[in-house]
């Protein structure tokens, strides 16, 4: 299932690889646009794009997928054993959210739903040897809509 994003954002290194990534991206039937240091796309699901960035040979990739690599990383490190670094766990679920520029969109879950959702993801990558986490997956475990009056069907995310 997708969760389409009112904009992706795709950190591309150079001017080439912007053009690359650009011409893959149409390739695929998306429409990227130039916002500020960003290519963009809009109404899209992030894992689709990057997806199609790795497909067609593009070496940029979605903010979020790599601000999640990150906080993977942070997870594995500290062995799931994250309900001593709360702020820092939080700090981290914002910082991919701020990189997706859809911190207005969603942001982190409460500290003990948090510290909940950091250890299932740490032990999903443990008995998958580090498998893929999906956009979606990240939002269910780790997030609820910014506007806390919202339910979670209201602004498009998967039901916990």
């Given at each position: 299932?997708?969760?389409r994003e009112?904009v992706?954002?795709?950190?591309?290194?150079?001017?080439?690889?912007?053009a690359l990534s650009?011409?893959?991206?149409?390739r695929?039937g998306?429409?990227p646009?130039r916002?500020?240091?960003?290519?963009v796309?809009?109404?899209?699901d992030?894992?689709?794009?990057n997806?199609?960035?790795?497909a067609g040979?593009?070496?940029?990739r979605?903010?979020?997928?790599?601000?999640i690599?990150?906080?993977l990383?942070?997870?594995?490190?500290?062995?799931g054993?994250?309900a001593?670094r709360?702020s820092?766990?939080?700090?981290n679920?914002?910082?991919v959210?701020?990189?997706?520029g859809?911190?207005?969109?969603w942001?982190?879950?409460?500290e003990?739903e948090?510290?909940?959702?950091a250890?299932?993801l740490h032990?999903h990558?443990?008995s998958?040897g580090?498998?893929?986490?999906?956009?979606?997956?990240?939002?269910?475990?780790?997030c609820r809509?910014a506007?806390?009056?919202a339910?979670?069907?209201?602004v498009?995310?998967?039901?916990p």
């Amino acid at each position: 299932m997708e969760t389409r994003e009112p904009v992706v954002r795709i950190r591309c290194p150079t001017p080439e690889e912007e053009a690359l990534s650009r011409a893959v991206l149409e390739r695929a039937g998306l429409a990227p646009e130039r916002q500020l240091t960003w290519l963009v796309v809009r109404d899209a699901d992030p894992d689709r794009v990057n997806d199609v960035l790795v497909a067609g040979g593009a070496r940029s990739r979605v903010a979020a997928r790599e601000q999640i690599g990150r906080l993977l990383g942070f997870l594995i490190d500290h062995g799931g054993d994250v309900a001593a670094r709360p702020s820092t766990l939080r700090a981290n679920v914002a910082r991919v959210l701020g990189e997706a520029g859809l911190e207005r969109r969603w942001s982190p879950r409460a500290e003990a739903e948090l510290v909940a959702g950091a250890a299932e993801l740490h032990e999903h990558l443990m008995s998958s040897g580090a498998g893929f986490v999906s956009w979606e997956r990240f939002l269910s475990l780790l997030c609820r809509p910014a506007d806390s009056r919202a339910s979670p069907a209201a602004v498009g995310a998967p039901e916990p």
